[in-house]
């Protein structure tokens, strides 16, 4: 029950925001695709040639994804915004 009762506030926090963005907060299927191009690009290298070179290939992965992501609208923010302006 302590457990329980300790994360039952995190757990639920996407209830906090516009019914309309629940489904998109609670999935995994963002990090779910930035895994597997990950998983791609490094299975292209094959062997790295030196330890410093994996992490900078996932940090340029992350970057680009990033990059991608930026450009789109996952959420519709004027929601949200709405929200918070009629609970003040």
């Known amino acids: 029950m302590a457990t329980l009762d300790g994360g039952f ?12 963005h629940w ?21 292209s290298v094959g ?18 994804v990033t990059a991608i992501w930026s450009q789109r609208f996952y959420l519709d923010m004027s929601q949200l915004n709405a929200d918070q302006a009629r609970a003040a």
Do not use: C, M, W
């Open 23 to 43: 489904r998109r907060i609670k999935t995994t299927n963002g990090l779910e695709r930035l895994h597997a191009e990950i998983k791609r690009r490094t299975k």
């Open 47 to 64: 062997a790295f040639p030196d330890r410093s070179s994996a992490p900078r290939l996932i940090t340029a992965v992350a970057i680009a």
């Open 9 to 20: 506030a995190a757990a639920t926090q996407f209830y906090l925001f516009p019914r309309a």
